[in-house]
């Protein structure tokens, strides 16, 4: 099952085509962001201090306190794992008034991956990911995207096909930005494979 998951976002297009099948989730002032392109969540959460009108909303809704331990949207990502979702979309999360919710937003992509799922964080003109151990296909699209894979840990070994700048198995530091500012090739699919460490992978358009 996947799950969508409407955060705060400021988009001009929503940047995921709903599915029928889709379980959609609206953290707090997600709501908001879901109510502007016409999608009807499944189950609305959070304490509602961001959008006090999401206490109005009239179907399932799960409200939390304002004081926890998790986020709102850390608590819609283990809300969407127990009712078995095995992919989680997470819609907006980036930017805004609380830079400190976007970092938040990335480490519960390394939530997701360690439960057994995938997921990414998407808007309408970034898309980000989590990896390791594995490899990232990035589909073929008609205008070059910039990409960068940043290491979690200490160093990661990572190797790129496809994109402008091709590697095999090189080291990446956290502290040596010199694997940013990639970019895709016009009409040419592209992979990200990590060996070792942990990364997230920047899609910018």
């Known amino acids: 099952m996947r799950a969508v998951i409407f955060v705060w976002a400021e988009l ?6 709903i599915k029928k099948d889709d379980f959609i989730i609206c953290a707090d002032v997600g ?3 879901a109510e502007r392109f016409g999608v009807r969540p499944s189950v609305v959460i959070g304490d509602f201090d961001s959008y006090p009108n999401g206490r109005l909303y009239n179907g399932e809704k799960v409200v939390l306190p304002v004081e926890k331990d998790d986020t709102d949207t850390h608590y819609a990502v283990r809300y969407a794992l127990d009712r078995g979702a095995d992919e989680i979309v997470i819609v907006g999360g980036i930017g805004g008034a609380r830079e400190d919710h976007t970092f938040a937003n990335i480490a519960t992509l390394r939530y997701i991956y360690s439960s057994g799922a995938k997921g990414y964080i998407i808007t309408d ?3 980000i990911d989590y990896l390791e151990n594995g490899t990232l296909t990035l589909p073929a699209e008609e205008k070059s995207v910039n990409v960068t894979v940043f290491p979690l840990t200490e160093t990661a070994l990572v190797t790129e096909r496809g994109l402008k700048y091709s590697v095999e198995k090189t080291e ?11 970019s895709t090739l016009p009409d040419t699919e592209a992979t990200i494979t990590v060996h070792a460490g942990k990364v997230v992978i920047f899609r910018i358009k």
Do not use: G, I, Q, Y
Request: hydrophobic share 55%; proline share 9%; glycine share 0%.
């Open 12 to 17: 001009a297009a929503l940047p995921v085509e």
């Open 125 to 127: 003109r970034a898309r």
């Open 31 to 33: 709501l908001k962001t």
């Open 172 to 182: 990446f530091f956290a502290d040596v930005p010199l694997w940013a500012s990639n």
